[in-house]
Nanobody, 112 residues
Framework: QVDLMESGGGSVHPGGSLTLSCAASGISFAGATMGWYRQAPGNQRRDMVA????????NYSDSVNGRFTISRDNAKNIVYLEMNDLKPEQPGVYHC?????WGQGTQVTVSA
């Protein structure tokens, strides 16, 4: 089975920072495309935030480009999302992805 376990969520003030982690098991991590998706409060839509391929190709959504950084540690099977300058309009549950698999998500709240 594939397990994706997110951690690192919490509550911050606008402009604050959080670093999310996703520990993966049950997959060949080094060859997997990993990503982070945000599910906004009150709906089921999940929008891509950032992704990183096995060859280190990285893609960010326009809303977070320049503020968020995705990285991976293949030795530990962990993908990270460093979030800086969080905006009040961008809270939600952040889900880790590996190929077509989804983690349960970690909650991020931005409270003014």
């Amino acid at each position: 089975q594939v397990d994706l376990m997110e951690s690192g969520g919490g509550s911050v003030h606008p402009g604050g920072s959080l670093t999310l982690s996703c520990a993966a098991s049950g997959i060949s991590f080094a060859g997997a495309t990993m990503g982070w998706y945000r599910q906004a409060p009150g709906n089921q839509r999940r929008d891509m935030v950032a992704s990183i391929k096995s060859g280190t190709t990285i893609n960010y959504s326009d809303s977070v480009n320049g503020r968020f950084t995705i990285s991976r540690d293949n030795a530990k099977n962990i993908v990270y999302l460093e979030m800086n300058d969080l905006k009040p309009e961008q809270p939600g549950v952040y889900h880790c992805t590996a190929h077509a698999w989804w983690g349960q998500g970690t909650q991020v709240t931005v409270s003014a």
